[in-house]
């Protein structure tokens, strides 16, 4: 199945009336679903041999022993997805007694893809129908004439 991708526009400098229009593609809002543990857990459970419960509760786990990593400061590297890791943000002083720890104003938590997880452009990609190709489909809203309604109907993704 193809990820749905509308047009949008915007001003190339933002709030400046007499800046060029430009054009970008985004996802097409409310086309995604949100997938939980549980609904994971029930897709992995018709695929292999655990339970759904056995599979809630390792993902459960999972998650209690990354956020006890995490806030030591350390990297959770899992095979085939990515490594976690966090970062601040701080100001800078002037003067070197003034750089403690208080002025640390934001944790973030970050994410390195791992390379065998990364995605690319099917219609551009070397390898159409690769594993981790992902298929756009461009929606437009299409003038129809006639006593049609019209509506968003999916274009070539080439074109």
């Known amino acids: 199945m193809a990820v749905s991708v509308v047009r949008y526009s915007r001003k190339k400098k933002i709030g400046d ?4 229009t430009i054009y970008f593609l985004k996802q097409e809002a409310r086309t995604s679903k949100i997938y939980t ?7 992995i459970e018709t695929i292999g041999s655990l339970s759904e419960e056995d599979v ?3 993902m459960k786990s999972f998650v209690r022993s990354m956020k006890r990593v995490l806030k030591e400061g350390n990297r959770v590297k899992v ?5 976690f890791y966090i970062t601040l943000t701080c100001p800078g002083v002037e003067v070197e007694k003034d750089c403690v720890v208080k002025n640390i104003s934001k944790v973030n ?6 390379n065998t997880l990364r995605l690319a452009n099917d219609s551009t990609a070397t390898t159409r129908g690769a594993a981790n190709n992902v298929e756009f ?4 809203e299409a003038a129809t004439s006639g006593g ?9 993704p080439t074109a």
Do not use: C, M, Q
């Open 17 to 20: 009336a007499k800046s060029p």
């Open 37 to 43: 543990i549980e609904t994971l857990a029930s897709e």
């Open 56 to 58: 809630i509760h390792v």
């Open 79 to 83: 095979d085939g997805l990515g490594t």
């Open 109 to 114: 938590l970050r994410f390195w893809v791992d």
């Open 137 to 140: 489909a461009l929606h437009t």
């Open 148 to 156: 049609d309604s019209g509506g968003s109907e999916p274009t070539d």
